[in-house]
T-cell receptor, first 112, second 116 residues
Framework: DAGITQSPRHKVTETGTPVTLRCHQT?????MYWYRQDPGHGLRLIHY???????DKGEVSDGYSVSRSKTEDFLLTLESATSSQTSVYFC???????????FGQGTRLTVV | AQSVTQLDSHVSVSEGTPVLLRCNYS??????LFWYVQHPNKGLQLLLK??????LVKGINGFEAEFKKSETSFHLTKPSAHMSDAAEYFC??????????????FGAGTRLAVHP
């Protein structure tokens, strides 16, 4: 299995608080992605990174920001959590950015 | 833009019978297509991939998929279901985004149940 670690694995937070999820990889892959998984929607891309300090928005980026200061770490921040951000969040990595990716175990976030 | 439609949200089969999970895609060019599997409370695992080589693609655990351009389909099959195949399956197409990079477009998923 690819070396991807997401932390925390579970989190409950209150509406309006900031939350940061971490994705750490040991594969030295250039590309990293954050997806959210919701019933009936599959996985949807939030943000992606194609190198250190190089990031861009995906299809559902509103309310989220990301940072990548090192190759191995990709952080997802919810600036002010809302109930609509209750979801399971997956980090993925890809060596070439041209096809399939390896996924982490996911973080289940509940905003109450 | 690419998109993918999984035609069944739930499929139920008996152990030992064939599995068919249906997927249609739309693409303006020759796509790369994938099937991922997600077991309960687990991450996603790549089952197989099609990247414009052979149209019949073999994956792990006895699964295979056939790319049919004329039908814009990429259905997943397995001759004989096993209890351990119970999971959610995602059909995925690779879409080119800015800078020449790719992102993965997911279908909504098909939940496969296998009964004894």
């Amino acid at each position: 299995d690819a070396g991807i670690t997401q932390s925390p694995r579970h989190k409950v937070t209150e509406t309006g608080t900031p939350v940061t999820l971490r994705c750490h990889q040991t594969e030295n892959h250039r590309y990293m992605y954050w997806y959210r998984q919701d019933p009936g929607h599959g996985l949807r891309l939030i943000h992606y990174s194609y190198g250190v300090k190089d990031t861009d928005k995906g299809e559902v980026s509103d309310g989220y920001s990301v940072s990548r200061s090192k190759t191995e770490d990709f952080l997802l921040t919810l600036e002010s959590a809302t109930s609509s951000q209750t979801s399971v969040y997956f980090c993925a990595i890809s060596e070439s950015g041209e096809g399939y990716a390896f996924f982490g175990q996911g973080t289940r976030l509940t905003v109450v | 833009a690419q998109s993918v439609t999984q035609l069944d949200s739930h499929v139920s089969v008996s152990e030992g019978t064939p599995v068919l999970l249906r997927c249609n895609y739309s693409s303006s060019y020759s796509p790369s297509l994938f099937w991922y599997v997600q077991h309960p409370n687990k991450g996603l695992q790549l089952l197989l991939k099609y990247t414009s080589a052979a149209t019949l693609v073999k994956g792990i655990n006895g699964f295979e998929a056939e790319f049919k351009k004329s039908e814009t389909s990429f259905h997943l099959t397995k001759p004989s279901a096993h209890m351990s195949d119970a999971a959610e399956y995602f059909c995925v197409v690779s879409d080119r985004i800015s800078g020449g990079y790719n992102k993965l477009i997911f279908g909504a998923g098909t939940r496969l149940a296998v009964h004894p």
